[in-house]
């Protein structure tokens, strides 16, 4: 018998927690990240009031430095740490794939200087569309329609374009280019970056609407990934029989592996809590695992280096927190975390290397406090291990301290 019948897993993307130990082998625009820190650094210089997560021990997480505006709690009503990647890697399917129980020891390939013609070429040969060269580098998601989206509205070009990550992306307005066709030439993208040296993570279709000076991105995003290389925990937990809900862009990470019931994509972190929500109240949903990402912190203001909107965001969703506890069952955990840090105080506009806070909540507990500091896998080893099923590569449950 489990001892939690359900685990509900909530990946606030990108909110890391202070450089990793192997943080200065990793550059974000030719600077180390050594000394990214994005909650720490969020605190310090545009504050942080999140008091629902400091409930539950945010703030009692060992670090250097506490953070500024986030308070130990003498009796937390949760337990808490810190996880450490052990992956080569700092990207979201690097991270949550980890999580999921996967050592990823070759990364994928990235694209500092811009695709290669022959990719190019084989996607205006498929189209029938031109790629804009001049966008063909990494590139900011925002500034990269900016700049070319006039030009696409009057050619219909594709503006194609990658960032520091493995990620190849095709922005179109959805009035120059409809979404399906878009989605269609992803999908050939897809298919001829499967292997080195052009291995992608995701292809990613950005579409957009509005008026030269005025784009705006819609909802209409659709990432293509590779499956992983190996059985994740989701699959064992599939293999077994049990549910296994996705909220938001989870199932696309992992490619729908492991996946029986999909809430479908997220149009913010709000419509994603509210997608968690509806999937923890269902009638069907008496015993599983349910896996959320909310990516407006990442995508909307890591990015774009945004501390205040990323500080408002992080509040936005403390304030949606005690919806999620209230629709908790008895027996139920719910465990918070992030796949990679986002520093948006850091140079360049990239991911950081950082650790990745874990809080982890039940109205069964007896006790609360501070868990070893350890690993993103051992996440998916204490899943496996709630449920009976085999652990994936790499991991290591806590499962006996969670009481």
Same mark, same amino acid.
């Given at each position: ?5 359900? @685990? ?10 202070? !450089? ?13 990240? *050594? ?29 250097e430095?506490?953070l ?10 949760? $337990? ?36 290669? /013609? ?8 498929f ?21 070319? *989206? ?10 194609i ?10 922005? !179109? ?34 579409? $957009?609407?509005? /008026? ?10 659709r ?6 290389? !190996? ?8 293999e ?58 990442? !995508? ?18 403390d ?15 719910? @465990?918070?975390?992030?796949d ?13 290397r ?6 982890? $909540? ?42």
């Amino acid at each position: 018998m489990s001892k939690f019948n359900r @685990m509900h897993l909530i990946v606030l993307d990108s909110v890391g927690i202070g !450089a990793a130990p192997d943080a200065n082998n990793f550059v974000n625009a030719g600077v180390p990240d *050594g000394a990214s820190d994005t909650l720490g650094h969020i605190s310090k210089t545009v504050g942080l009031n999140v008091p629902n997560m400091a409930k539950l021990g945010l703030g009692n997480i060992p670090r250097e430095q506490p953070l500024k505006t986030v308070p130990a709690e003498s009796n937390p009503t949760g $337990y808490a740490t810190k996880l450490e990647e052990v992956s080569l890697g700092k990207d979201t399917m690097t991270g949550h794939w980890e999580i999921m129980g996967l050592n990823i020891t070759e990364p994928f390939d990235t694209f500092w200087n811009g695709f290669p /013609e022959e990719i190019l070429t084989q996607i205006e040969e498929f189209s029938g569309r031109k790629v804009i060269r001049e966008a063909n580098k990494p590139y900011s998601g925002t500034a990269v329609i900016d700049d070319f *989206g006039p030009r696409q509205i009057e050619t219909g070009e594709l503006i194609i374009y990658t960032s520091a990550d493995p990620v190849l992306q095709i922005a !179109a307005h959805e009035d120059i280019i409809p979404v399906e066709e878009l989605y269609r030439i992803c999908e050939f993208a897809r298919s001829i970056t499967l292997e080195r040296p052009a291995l992608l993570g995701r292809i990613i279709a950005r579409p $957009y609407v509005g /008026e030269p000076g005025n784009f705006t991105r819609t909802s209409n995003r659709r990432d293509l990934a590779i499956s992983p290389f !190996a059985p994740t925990v989701l699959d064992k937990l599939n293999e077994a029989g049990i549910d296994t809900y996705s909220v938001g862009k989870i199932s696309d990470i992992f490619n729908g592996e492991g996946i029986n019931h999909d809430m479908g994509h997220n149009k913010s972190n709000n419509h994603g809590v509210d997608n968690l929500i509806k999937a923890m109240t269902s009638e069907d949903f008496k015993h599983g695992f349910s896996f959320t990402n909310l990516v407006d912190f990442d !995508a909307l203001y890591g990015h774009r280096r945004n501390p205040q909107g990323y500080r408002d965001c992080l509040h936005e969703f403390d304030e949606r927190l005690p919806e999620i506890i209230a629709a908790m069952k008895e027996d139920d955990l719910l @465990m918070i975390t992030a796949d990679h840090g986002n520093d948006p105080t850091y140079a360049g506009t990239d991911h950081t290397r950082e650790y990745i806070p874990f809080l982890a $909540y039940s109205p069964s507990f007896k006790c609360s406090g501070l868990i070893p500091v350890g690993h993103f896998a051992d996440i998916s080893a204490t899943i496996a291990d709630n449920f009976g099923v085999e652990k994936a590569m790499i991991g290591e449950s806590f499962l006996d301290k969670l009481v």
